[in-house]
């Protein structure tokens, strides 16, 4: 059974850190191409940060600098490191597995595999 499973998720104030985790069973994680997206009420899914089993990385241009994404394969688990936090960083983050060697991180509708989602609020 596929699972993804995200944690980590809390109210923190602007300007804080946080770091999401995303423990992936079920499938090779070799075969995917991974990503956090997040979505905010009211607003349309957007992509946030890719990463492929090589390392490679790419990231929303409203994130970089600020946000890191990053991958332990010894422990099938994916992060997100969040820094610089914003208001605007409220949403629910996803994490995502797309059966390619490389998936575009904007919509999401290329991802086959997703977690249930963990809610990040930065408020104060």
């Known amino acids: 059974e596929v699972q993804l499973v995200e944690s980590g998720g809390v109210l923190v104030q602007p300007g804080g850190s946080l770091r999401l985790s995303c423990a992936v069973s079920g499938f090779t994680r070799s075969n995917y191409y991974m990503a956090w997206f997040r979505q905010a009420p009211g607003k349309e899914r957007e992509g946030v940060a890719g990463i492929h089993i090589a390392g490679t990385t790419t990231y929303a241009d409203s994130v970089k600098g600020r946000f890191t994404i990053a991958q332990d394969n010894t422990r099938n688990t994916l992060y997100l490191q969040m820094n610089s936090l914003k208001p605007e960083d409220t949403a629910m983050y996803y994490c995502?597995?797309?059966?390619?060697?490389?998936?575009?991180?904007?919509?999401?509708?290329?991802?086959?595999?997703w977690g249930q989602g963990t809610q990040v609020t930065v408020s104060s």
């Open positions: 995502a597995a797309c059966e390619k060697w490389w998936c575009p991180v904007t919509t999401g509708y290329e991802y086959k595999y």
